[in-house]
């Protein structure tokens, strides 16, 4: 295929020897297979931060790190400089997500590179050797789900155990390799320690994946796992082998009203940015995905 603008200067380092296809452009970025040095990777172009949705960024971003007191007045500003600032940081997180999750044995694609707002990483393949299927489009058996609902909740818990919340975790950003499941996008992933919002995030989490397996295997509907590991973790009893029972017996849920009231807030902030772009042109791919 044509070789996409932002993937040029990449071809010409010779850090990728070719573009074989187009996987998919979501909301947030580009996704292409490409062969980069003899290796059939995957390529995820980030989009330009206009392009992009800023749903919900304010929530993930409380207690994230910069590097200096200039780069977080400029974020704080709103400045062109401090939204690239943003749009770094933002990427950074999923790059550095990636790096640490892999090295604490979570399944995740791993990161090879990341140039010029492109991550290079590992190919989640299908036994074909195909990009593989994401979970959302599987059908299940109910042994399977179970499998498949035990082995990302321990990936939630080693996750935890680093101090990491992947925050947007459902059946479609969950691939499928023959191994099972393989958790990916992760630049919202959120800081567990720092971050106010992180109980409901992991609760969250959580219930998508009860909700989804729960389809093809009724009985996870009524486990509470998401509130064992919180209770856990806030008690400092959660380690990466800890054996959950799916149950919790808490005394209260409390509700975290000043984040419902954030979401509520973006969303209709996001609406309102949605019609305003309908009506514009969708300048979004004129660089991209011709074959
Ligand atoms: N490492 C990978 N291996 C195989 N396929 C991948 C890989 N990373 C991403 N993909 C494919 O590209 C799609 C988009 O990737 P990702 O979810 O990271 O980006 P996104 O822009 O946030 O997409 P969306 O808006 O759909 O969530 C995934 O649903 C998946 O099909
Ligand atoms: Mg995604």
């Not at 219930?207 to 989804?212: C, D, E, Q, S």
Request: glycine share 6%; hydrophobic share 40%.
């Amino acid at each position: 295929m044509k070789i996409p603008k932002r993937l040029e200067p990449l071809v010409q380092e010779g850090l990728i020897d070719a573009v074989l296809g187009s996987l998919k452009s979501g909301k947030e970025a580009a996704v292409y297979v490409v062969r980069a040095e003899g290796v059939i990777r995957c390529a995820k172009v980030y989009k330009a931060v206009d392009q992009r949705g800023f749903h919900k960024q304010s929530l993930y971003r409380e207690g994230r790190q910069v590097r200096s007191s200039r780069q977080a007045r400029a974020m704080a500003k709103g400045s062109r400089y401090g939204r690239q600032e943003q749009e770094d940081v933002w990427q950074n997180t999923e790059v550095d997500a990636l790096y640490r999750l892999a090295a604490a044995g979570v399944r995740v694609p791993q990161p090879v590179n990341f140039i010029d707002g492109v991550l290079l990483m590992e190919l989640i393949t299908d036994a074909d050797g195909e990009a593989a299927p994401r979970l959302n489009d599987l059908e299940l058996a109910p042994e399977q789900a179970r499998a498949y609902h035990a082995s990302l909740i321990a990936d939630v818990v080693k996750m935890l155990c680093i101090g990491l919340i992947h925050g947007d975790l459902s059946e479609f950003n969950i691939l499928v390799d023959a191994h099972g499941p393989v958790i990916i996008d992760l630049p919202q992933a959120v800081d567990a320690a720092a971050n106010n919002h992180a109980p409901w995030m992991l609760k969250r989490d959580v219930a998508n994946l009860a909700a989804y397996f729960g389809q093809f295997a009724p009985e996870l509907l009524t486990t509470s796992y998401g509130e064992e590991i919180w209770h856990l973790y806030e008690h400092g009893h959660l380690t990466p082998e800890i054996s959950l029972t799916g149950h919790f017996k808490g005394q209260h849920r409390t509700v975290d009203l000043d984040g419902l009231l954030h979401e509520i807030h973006d969303a209709d902030a996001e609406e309102m940015r949605r019609r305003q772009l309908a009506q514009d042109s969708d300048p979004l791919d004129a660089e991209s995905v011709s074959q």
